[in-house]
């Protein structure tokens, strides 16, 4: 569907993941982190005996897959009294920056909210009076992220929540930035206090806010591998493959 299409471009959030693979128990501890070093030839950095734990941290992420763009912000807590507050501050300046959406007629307006709950076996009931549609926020499962409240303010503001599994391919792009992110902050470094951590994690992102990567399906990778494919050619459908193609007999 065209609409569709165009919404999923240019309005689509992936977030929010607490921690480096998205759940609310992952968190960076005060510990020296692996990694490469700088230092002299033959004096190799030497890590220390033991680790003083000073306490954890942890980080939101609201991440903009179309363009690379990442809000984040460094916590003690992911709890709902730290997370919402945060998520709503983050989408209201979001929703600042985008043009108004036209006015539809209201069921025009409504086919286009329940047209993203096509094929689900739970659904979110919508709220009889509906705004126009103008963001889609994933969000992962969690039931923290389904509050009545939350979801309410949500549609309210325009704002239409798909949920999908901690495992799902569009919560993977907001892990995967957090991997970079985290290698760039911490790997090699070893902090002494949460707050620490929380710093380097914040300043990792502006610097990728400096000049982010879009996160794209079907990039140059999967280019790769099609043109693998199409130079192999299957053996008696077992699953095998060879490079040079075989000379089939027809019958006459």
């Not at 889609?136 to 949500?154: E, M, P, Y």
């Not at 991997?179 to 710093?199: C, N, S, V, Y």
């Not at 999967?222 to 040079?244: F, I, K, M, N, P």
Request: a positive charge; aromatic letters at 8%.
């Amino acid at each position: 569907m065209p609409e569709r299409k165009k919404l999923n471009r240019g309005g689509l959030y992936a977030g929010p993941s607490a921690g480096l693979d998205g759940r609310r128990g992952r968190s960076y501890q005060t510990l020296p982190y692996p990694g490469q070093h700088w230092h002299p030839a033959g004096a190799p950095v030497h890590y220390p005996h033991e680790d003083i734990r000073e306490g954890t941290a942890k980080q939101l992420t609201l991440f903009h897959p179309a363009s690379g763009a990442v809000r984040v912000k460094g916590v003690r807590s992911t709890a709902n009294a730290v997370l919402h507050p945060w998520l709503q501050a983050e989408l209201t300046a979001i929703l600042a920056t985008l043009p108004q959406p036209p006015i539809l007629p209201p069921e025009e307006n409504r086919r286009r909210w329940e047209q993203w709950q096509a094929g689900l076996t739970i659904r979110i009931t919508l709220p009889r009076e509906l705004p126009p549609l103008r963001m889609l926020l994933v969000l992962d499962n969690l039931t923290g992220h389904s509050t009545a409240t939350f979801v309410l303010w949500l549609f309210a503001h325009g704002i239409m929540p798909l949920y999908t599994p901690l495992g799902g391919s569009w919560l993977n792009m907001a892990e995967s930035l957090q991997r970079i992110r985290k290698r760039r902050a911490l790997d090699g470094q070893h902090p002494q206090t949460p707050q620490q951590i929380i710093e380097w994690l914040e300043a990792a992102a502006r610097g990728w806010n400096r000049e982010p990567t879009p996160f794209l399906w079907g990039g140059k990778r999967q280019a790769r591998r099609q043109r693998a494919r199409e130079r192999r050619h299957a053996l008696g459908g077992s699953g095998a493959y060879t490079r040079r193609p075989l000379t089939r007999r027809r019958a006459a």
